[in-house]
């Protein structure tokens, strides 16, 4: 407890400096410098049709793994975290995970058919469906897949992005699937609804009518504009806090039924076996995550001094409600701001204030949210899941910086 509050003190005497000390260029009190760039001289380029980030920041990219298993087109991009700033996604930055590509879908002639334990079979256009009433929700999508490499023996050495960049959060609008259900007439056997894709994989995946009618979306708009065709254009099913998996994209088709589909998506993938021989299968919601995205790894320290440590949390089962940070590697903790307001299911940027002494320090985030579930360490999770897992990583994740200002992964 001692530990605790010292260390508490010690972060909060780092922000009283960081807020005291000046990063600026000190002048004289009698100088007359001005800022006159040569920019200023004439005037400036003209309006563009679409915006697109300036040519100096073409670094921010996705980075793209392809060939999972063996096949073409079946790979992802993955979000660079480590470069963004917020809690909302870019729309080109968003990470892709798809199976066989992005299909070529002609808007016009798109079509959602809404069919099975249903009294009266239904078909939309997108245009029908930009009649109904639609909804705006920040929130997250996360791959069941996301941060794998948290798995294997030894600390994988990749920046944030590439091992943890499966998850990004956009403001989605679309029309809530009851509404549609609930024209349709769902038949009182229907237990289930089977999404299907129109991309060529066969791409179906089962939901409970339950988590349909309380808060899946039909996505039309991703941060104000229209889906980009690799997240889904013209329409996605949003399946909130949930394995991204569930998020069908390029959606043609809800089938109510009384039995999942058994899938192969469901069937092969996904299902995991525990220490004791038991599996998991039909896992669902994403569990309370975080991570420092800076500093993390990849990067250098310039000196010792003040620094930000900032990240993101967030849970599949609501609110986040804290997150703390320590820089000790995790003998003690003390509490980061959250930028408000916390939104359930979405991405939550943390941020604390650190003074780094120049020695070698373990930099951890520990996200609770409203539900009281705890991010676990690696140790407990391995100790619950085995260590053979893929899907659903969720562990304190432990950057090292050393006496250079290099940083690090790092199993504590
Ligand atoms: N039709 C279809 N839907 C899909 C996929 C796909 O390959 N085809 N990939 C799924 C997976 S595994 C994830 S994690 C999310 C990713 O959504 P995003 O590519 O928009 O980030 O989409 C899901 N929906
Ligand atoms: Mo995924």
């Known amino acids: ?58 670094h921010v990219i996705r980075r793209v793994g392809l060939n999972y298993r063996g096949i073409d087109d079946n790979g992802a991009a993955w979000c660079p975290l480590e470069q963004l700033q917020g809690s909302i996604t870019p729309n080109g930055l968003h990470f892709v995970r798809n199976h066989v590509g992005t299909p070529a879908i002609q808007p016009e002639q798109h079509r959602l058919y809404i069919h099975g334990e249903v009294q009266r079979p239904l078909q939309f256009s997108v245009s029908n469906l930009l009649r109904y009433p639609q ?51 769902v038949q009182a056997s229907a237990q289930w609804v089977v999404a299907t894709g129109n991309d060529s994989g066969a791409f179906d995946m089962s939901i409970p009518l339950e988590k349909i009618m309380d808060d899946c979306i039909i996505a039309l708009y991703q941060n104000g504009e229209r889906l980009r065709p690799e997240n889904g254009y ?47 299968q039909f896992t669902t919601t994403m569990a309370v995550k975080s991570l420092i995205t800076s500093p993390s790894h990849g990067m250098t320290l310039a000196g010792p001094g003040v620094k930000e440590i900032t990240g993101l949390a967030w849970s599949g089962h609501g609110k986040i409600a804290r997150v703390e940070v320590s820089t000790d590697g995790g003998q003690s903790w003390a509490d980061a701001e959250l930028c408000e307001p916390p939104r359930p299911m979405a991405l939550t940027r943390f941020r604390t204030s650190w003074k780094w002494d120049g020695e070698d320090h373990i930099l951890q985030s520990r996200a609770t949210d409203e539900r009281g579930h705890v991010q676990p360490t690696r140790q407990a999770l391995v100790a619950e899941r085995g260590d053979k897992g893929f899907y659903h990583y969720n562990a304190i994740v432990s950057w090292e910086v050393n006496s250079f200002g290099l940083v690090s992964h790092v199993y504590v």
């Open 234 to 280: 013209p329409m996605r099913l949003l399946v909130p806090g949930w394995k991204g998996v569930l998020s069908v994209k390029w959606l043609g088709g809800l089938q109510l039924s009384s039995q999942p589909a058994m899938s192969r998506n469901e069937t092969a993938h996904y299902t995991e076996i525990l220490p004791n021989g038991l599996s998991r």
């Open 1 to 58: 407890m001692a530990a605790i509050s010292k260390r508490r003190a010690f972060l909060r005497a780092g922000l009283q400096a960081g807020v005291a000390a000046s990063a600026g260029k000190v002048l004289p009190a009698s100088a007359t410098e001005t800022n006159n760039p040569k920019w200023m001289n004439g005037p400036g380029q003209p309006f563009a049709a679409y915006g697109q980030p300036a040519p100096q920041e073409s």
């Open 135 to 185: 909804v705006s929700r920040q929130l997250f999508i996360e791959c069941g897949g996301n941060s794998s490499a948290g798995w294997s023996e030894y600390p994988v050495q990749r920046t944030a992005g590439l091992t943890h960049g499966l998850v990004s959060a956009s403001e989605w609008t679309g029309v809530p699937v009851r509404l549609l259900l609930e024209e349709a007439g």
